[in-house]
């Protein structure tokens, strides 16, 4: 994902739809966690691994709240000191499975043992299935729809 940010806002009339504000955030101040992203916010997909169904250079909208659940198309927020040097911190897969929610929002201390709690993806082009260290990730956001046009295509 490109690390271009538009926040979008949900229109109060007629279907659910939504729209980009015209306010872009610049490179430098794309946010590195989650909890610094507006409630419902854009990002151009850079790449093909969500091809046919998502294109390079589409505007796909997130939600930071919507409820996600196995089988549907997340934003893995990776956590910087986990990344090699030129790898993009943002993963737009589908998901597999994934630590209860609460288990992103409670970032208490865990105890020890050898069980650690992982995060599956699929990508589509080519097929296939990566794993992640849940403490290696801040936090998942659902994907709610494509900006077209003029408004959103609900997923």
């Not at 992203?37 to 930071?64: I, R």
């Not at 043992?113 to 990508?123: E, I």
Request: proline share 11%.
């Amino acid at each position: 994902m490109t690390a271009h940010v538009q926040k979008a806002t949900l229109a109060q009339s007629g279907p659910r739809t939504l729209s980009l504000a015209s306010e872009q955030l610049p490179q430098p101040a794309i946010p590195q966690h989650p909890d610094a992203f507006p409630e419902v916010y854009a990002m151009v997909c850079d790449g093909d691994c969500m091809a046919p169904h998502y294109q390079p250079g589409q505007a796909l909208v997130f939600s930071k709240s919507e409820p996600w659940q196995p089988g549907d198309l997340v934003l893995l927020f990776r956590r910087p000191e986990f990344l090699a040097p030129g790898e993009n911190q943002f993963y737009f897969k589908q998901l597999i499975s994934a630590p209860a929610p609460d288990y992103w929002s409670q970032r208490q201390a865990r105890p020890a043992g050898n069980v650690k709690p992982l995060v599956m993806v699929r990508m589509w082009n080519p097929m296939k299935v990566i794993t992640f260290d849940a403490d290696h990730l801040y936090g998942i956001h659902k994907l709610i729809g494509v900006v077209g046009t003029e408004t959103l295509a609900r997923v």
